[in-house]
């Protein structure tokens, strides 16, 4: 069936220093992928977004990337602060509507 | 934007009642709406899709009469958990399609925490 893989499960990284989470999807007609940062108890943050015609997207200290040719997006977040501290799940979507959701990536940032 | 919204945010109950969950968009319609379930530090499961007007269709393994779903109107559906068990204790989450807001972008409510006692 569909399913999203999602690396690193943990990540540990200095303040001000770059953090990159990978997904790698497997169905082939996803059209859309969306990030999302979620803090304890709480419901899930979109924080970017990327369509499938798009290479590259860049928001502020955060972007996003996509190979479509090998089914693989990107998390890249750059001079992390302690507040980015937070479960990062990546997420793929296509002609359902439906959201195929990675496993989701722990990330602390040590200040 | 694009606010949805979860009521309650916390539910204790005992084992054997049946507690609804309701998941409402503040300021837009939502033909489709979707119910997850979060254990603790994993990730998001999708129960269910839910279509206003007309029944849920219901990911495998998903028991559709414990987890009831109704979609009554473009702004409101509702998660009835039956029968509850500790078992069923975990984090709900829903979250509403709003294609005329921004195409196949899902917009989440805050959660609902259920515990059964």
């Known amino acids: 069936g569909e399913n999203v893989e999602q690396h690193p499960s943990t990540l540990s990284v200095q303040e001000g220093d770059s953090a990159v989470i990978k997904c790698t999807y497997s169905?082939?007609?996803?059209?859309?992928f969306p990030w999302y940062k979620q803090e304890l108890g709480k419901g899930p943050q979109l924080i970017i977004d990327i369509r499938s015609n798009v290479g590259e997207k860049k928001d502020q200290r955060i972007a996003v990337t996509l190979n479509k040719t090998a089914k693989h997006f990107s998390l890249h977040i750059t001079e992390t602060q302690p507040e980015d501290s937070a479960v990062y799940f990546c997420a793929a979507s296509g002609r359902t509507y439906k959201y195929i959701f990675g496993t989701g990536t722990r990330l602390k940032v040590l200040a | 934007g694009a606010v949805v919204s979860q009521h309650p945010s916390r539910v204790i109950c005992k084992s054997g009642t049946s507690v609804k969950i309701e998941c409402r968009s503040l300021?837009?319609?939502?033909?489709?709406m979707f119910w997850y379930r979060q254990f603790p530090k994993k990730s998001l499961m999708l129960m269910a899709t839910s279509n206003e007007g007309s029944k849920a269709t219901y990911e495998q393994g998903v028991e559709k009469d414990k987890f009831l779903i109704n979609h009554a109107s473009l702004t409101l559906s509702t998660l009835t958990v039956t029968s509850a068990h500790p078992e069923d204790s975990s984090f709900y989450i829903c979250?509403?399609?709003?294609?005329?807001?921004?195409?196949?972008?899902?917009?989440f409510g805050p959660g609902t925490r259920l515990t059964v006692l």
């Open positions: 169905d082939s007609a996803s059209n859309y």
């Open positions: 979250s509403a399609l709003g294609l005329a807001v921004r195409y196949n972008e899902q917009f």
């Open positions: 300021d837009f319609q939502a033909t489709t």
